[in-house]
């Protein structure tokens, strides 16, 4: 939600990456199941991997997974919506640490981290095939997120939403693909698969 606080906070970057996230949002209808995660036991004002496991049964737990899991999936695809906005994609990394220090995101965990090194276990990301992509388990929700947005940066569907932009020296996926690598990041993708 735009406020007059989030407007003195933010730079103009900042503000129209937020802007077009939520337009994602709206675009997907993630607010149903935004709507529906604390039914569940979901609390969205903390990280989302925690979920409330008191007196919950099999069945809802395993609801709750599910929309957890969506939640942040949604989150992934808004922040596409947010990049296809930026004037220059490339400061998406910097726009999120921003971001994120400033507590713009309450659902994710505060920890910070550092950017340059993230940016540095990124470079091997990239390059690394889909099948051998390992995320280390102290890795935080943010910083798969950031991994997430940053496989978008190369990704046919920015170059045609955004024309102005020389994909010359990058060699583009199709949406598949991206999937792929994006679950893997997000480890929604199941082992044994």
Wanted: contains cysteine.
């Amino acid at each position: 939600m735009a406020t007059s606080g989030l407007g003195e906070v933010c730079s103009k970057e900042e503000l129209l990456f937020l802007i077009g996230c939520e337009c994602g949002h709206i675009q997907n209808n993630h607010c149903i199941f935004n709507m529906a995660a604390p039914y569940f036991g979901i609390n969205l004002s903390d990280d989302q991997e925690e979920i409330n496991q008191s007196e919950a049964d099999s069945s809802a737990m395993q609801v709750a997974g599910t929309i957890s899991e969506w939640i942040k999936l949604s989150d992934i695809t808004s922040d596409r919506a947010g990049i296809i906005c930026l004037s220059n994609p490339q400061e998406y990394p910097a726009i999120m640490s921003s971001l994120h220090g400033k507590g713009v995101f309450a659902h994710y965990k505060k920890d910070s981290f550092e950017l340059p090194e993230l940016m540095r276990q990124y470079e091997v990301l990239h390059i690394t095939p889909a099948r051998s992509i390992v995320i280390p388990k102290e890795c935080q929700s943010i910083e798969k997120r950031i991994f997430a947005g940053l496989e978008f940066l190369s990704c046919e569907i920015l170059y045609n939403w955004r024309g102005d932009l020389s994909k010359a020296d990058v060699h583009t996926v199709n949406k598949q693909a991206l999937e792929v690598r994006c679950e893997i990041i997000l480890d929604a993708a199941k082992e044994g698969m």
